[in-house]
C-alpha cells in the first residue's frame, strides 16, 4: 500500500484548508486510516482516523469540531478537512494507514503505512 498526502499550505488563522491522501496498492487489506500531525521539536500525534470496515470516526481532543475527516472509497482518496485553524495546528501532518486490528486508533505504532507528510503553516 502506497500514500500519497497533499494539499497543505500557508493560511491565516480562522481560515480552512483540505488536506488529500490518495492510497493505492492492495488497499482492500486495510481496516483503519488516519492522519496524525508533528510540530517542530514534538512527537508525532493522533489527529483523526476512520474505518473503512464500518465508517467509524475518532478524533483527538484538540481538533474535535473543527477537523472532518472522510474518504471516498472510488477514488481511494482519504480527507481531512481543517476547519478554524489555529497557529497551534502549525505541523506537518502525515496520512497513515493499517490492516483491522484491535490497537486503539490513536496508537501510532500500530499504522503498518505511512505517507511522505505535508506541511500545514498556520499564521496568526
Known amino acids: 500500500v502506497q500514500l500519497q498526502a497533499s494539499g497543505g499550505g500557508l493560511v491565516q488563522a480562522g481560515g480552512s484548508l483540505r488536506l488529500s491522501c490518495v492510497q493505492s496498492g492492495r488497499t482492500g487489506s486495510l481496516g483503519t486510516m488516519g492522519w496524525f500531525r508533528q510540530a517542530p521539536g514534538q512527537e508525532r500525534e493522533f489527529v483523526a482516523a476512520t474505518s473503512r470496515i464500518d465508517g467509524s470516526t475518532d478524533y483527538s481532543d484538540s481538533v474535535k469540531g473543527r477537523f472532518v475527516i472522510s474518504r471516498d472509497s472510488a477514488l481511494n482518496t482519504l480527507y481531512l478537512q481543517m476547519s478554524s485553524l489555529e497557529p497551534e495546528d502549525t505541523a506537518v501532518y502525515f496520512c497513515?494507514?493499517?490492516?483491522?486490528?484491535?490497537?486503539?486508533?490513536?496508537?501510532?505504532?500500530?499504522?503498518?503505512?505511512w505517507g511522505q507528510g505535508t506541511q500545514v503553516t498556520v499564521s496568526s
Open positions: 497513515a494507514a493499517r490492516r483491522p486490528k484491535l490497537s486503539a486508533v490513536y496508537a501510532l505504532s500500530s499504522y503498518d503505512y
